[in-house]
């Protein structure tokens, strides 16, 4: 136990929303109940044994436990725990590169379309613990399963075989074979084998995006391509990835608070917390790539609202029914996949805060993170969520001028940048503020975004607005306003300005939990649709604060 405490302080400790957020899901895979992530419970589905659900997909679970893990160990402190669970794994290996159930050698069905998916998470999980430990068992047992699929690959890649399963078999789709290409490509780059090399660029040329489409499947698909555009520098793959990014948009599957439903358009039943971590990293790698302003606006709204709001109290990740103005109960914790998922995008997010340039830094997502380049490394903490500042701490400096440039979202009508209590100047250029300087460790600024109120519409959605409070989508919640419910409250109506608007502010209560916005709550005065000759007031606040609820209520 005290080896896992020291993996999760391995990572210096921050106290925004954000990191609040790591350490509540990082908690539940370590120390959590119903269940408990012990070794046996994590390694059934590569032998497999129906003790679990989904123990089908063989590897799944186990793969993603053992990437998040491997990640959140990125400091060195390795858990005993991980070690012991991943030789489990290998122990279990088939003779032919294989983890779990017998594959059908004589048609392509249900039950190997499932195998495939599981195999790509183990992929995943074996080349990123590798990549912490360099233990050569663990690289001999991701090359031998890469040589397994490049050995299944021309049966998987039969005509008839990507026809039968691009439609309407969702789980079992053919996203099951496409998305081993994130693990291949992964492989490739510690072993640099061709082999693995042809077989990535043979995936990405089967990638398309169809209605009804498993979400998860499909942007797991896109990463990987993006994977092999860093592998190969080839342009093509990095136009494929925003070609793809795109037909998300333009396909209406885009939500309103930013993220994407379980299951593509016209079937957007419900949402999915893989399909939004997914979403997320893939809009912030495109924009690290690309600097494309969209890729980031879309990674924003999607981090402070959805990614945010799929988090449940327990640290889990998982499903929630959606409404067309919401989302109703009930809900699921999507124990099999999203927690483990939803902790993996936690240190990405914490990683592309910032970006490089050549005079500097550029500070992106006013989030929890750390930002380094050459003669420059800079900590940011984030208290967005309770008064609108960040704090930049210099923790390494060179002897050279370096520039620090901070992002001026759209959603803050003013940006302010103090030093020692004084305002200071800081020219603001394309959309960023910056300060230049020869810096010193310890120097310190402190931002102060002054939010906006404001109504935003979707042409998608004629008739309807929604309303944001510097980054965060607000809403009423069943607990907190239960008569702003009462039938018909599809007809309840308000009375909105477009653009900025001015809302009375609700203190929150004194027990808010500490996962939250106190920041932005506010009374909004409504007509009721059962009764409209009265007014009545209900509680707006940001919708990411479903994460303190533990009920899982209507919004």
Excluded at 37 to 52: G, H, L, M, N, W
Excluded at 279 to 299: D, G, N, Y
Excluded at 361 to 387: K, M, N, Q
Excluded at 428 to 448: I, N, P
Aim: net charge negative; proline share 5%; charged share 20%.
């Amino acid at each position: 136990m005290r080896t896992l405490f020291f993996l999760l302080c391995a990572v210096p400790a921050f106290g925004g929303d954000l990191s609040l957020r790591l350490k509540l899901t990082m908690d539940r895979i370590l120390y959590g109940q119903s269940p408990r992530y012990d070794e046996a419970f994590v390694v059934v589905d590569v032998i497999p044994r129906a003790t679990r659900r989904f123990t089908n997909f063989s590897g799944d679970l186990s793969g993603r436990y053992i990437e998040a893990l491997s990640i959140a160990a990125g400091g060195g402190a390795k858990s005993p725990t991980l070690d012991r669970t991943v030789a489990n794994v290998i122990s279990m290996q088939k003779p032919d590169g294989h983890f779990g159930a017998s594959l059908n050698q004589s048609e392509v069905d249900d039950d190997a379309m499932a195998l495939l998916w599981g195999q790509g998470r183990l992929l995943v999980g074996l080349v990123e613990y590798y990549q912490l430990t360099h233990n050569p068992a663990a690289l001999e047992a991701a090359r031998r399963l890469g040589g397994f699929l490049v050995d299944q690959a021309p049966r998987f890649q039969q005509n008839e075989v990507r026809q039968k399963y691009n439609v309407e078999k969702f789980a079992v789709g053919y996203i099951c074979w496409t998305s081993n290409l994130e693990g291949v490509v992964n492989l490739y780059g510690v072993t640099k084998e061709e082999r693995f090399l042809n077989l990535a660029k043979q995936i990405a040329a089967e990638i398309e995006i169809h209605p009804s489409q498993h979400s998860h499947g499909y942007l797991t698909s896109l990463r990987g391509v993006l994977a092999l555009w860093r592998a190969t520098n080839d342009r093509q793959y990095l136009e494929q990835a925003e070609r793809g990014w795109q037909q998300v948009i333009d396909s209406g599957n885009v939500l309103w608070q930013g993220g994407v439903p379980e299951m593509f358009a016209p079937k957007m039943e419900r949402d999915e917390g893989c399909s939004e971590a997914d979403w997320l990293r893939l809009s912030l790698e495109l924009w690290q790539i690309a600097r494309r302003p969209e890729f980031l606006a879309q990674a924003e709204r999607e981090l402070f609202n959805e990614f945010s709001f799929n988090q449940f109290q327990t640290g889990d990740f998982g499903h929630h029914v959606l409404t067309a103005t919401g989302t109703t109960t009930p809900a699921a914790r999507a124990w099999w996949c999203c927690t483990l998922h939803g902790a993996r995008a936690f240190y990405a997010i914490r990683r592309m805060a910032f970006h490089n340039d050549a005079q500097g830094l550029a500070y992106d997502l006013p989030v929890d993170g750390i930002g380094e380049t050459a003669g420059l490394s800079v900590r940011a903490e984030s208290s967005l969520e309770r008064d609108g500042s960040i704090a930049l701490t210099v923790e390494k400096a060179g002897a050279a001028a370096r520039t620090l440039q901070v992002r001026v979202p759209e959603w803050a009508s003013e940006l302010s940048v103090f030093e020692a209590g004084k305002k200071i100047a800081a020219p603001q250029r394309e959309g960023y503020a910056s300060v230049s300087r020869v810096w010193k460790a310890g120097d310190l600024l402190t931002l102060r975004y002054t939010l906006r109120t404001r109504t935003v519409t979707d042409s998608k959605h004629p008739g309807m607005v929604s309303v944001f409070h510097g980054p965060w989508l607000l809403g009423v919640d069943e607990a907190g306003s239960p008569h702003f419910f009462d039938e018909p409250f599809t007809e309840n109506t308000v009375k909105l300005a477009s653009g900025d608007v001015k809302l009375d502010r609700v203190a929150p209560s004194p027990s808010a939990a500490p996962i939250g916005v106190p920041t932005a709550h506010f009374r909004l005065t409504y007509s009721p649709g059962g009764y409209p000759m009265q007014s009545a007031q209900a509680v707006l606040r940001p919708i990411a604060e479903a994460t303190s609820s533990p009920d899982q209520n209507q919004w």
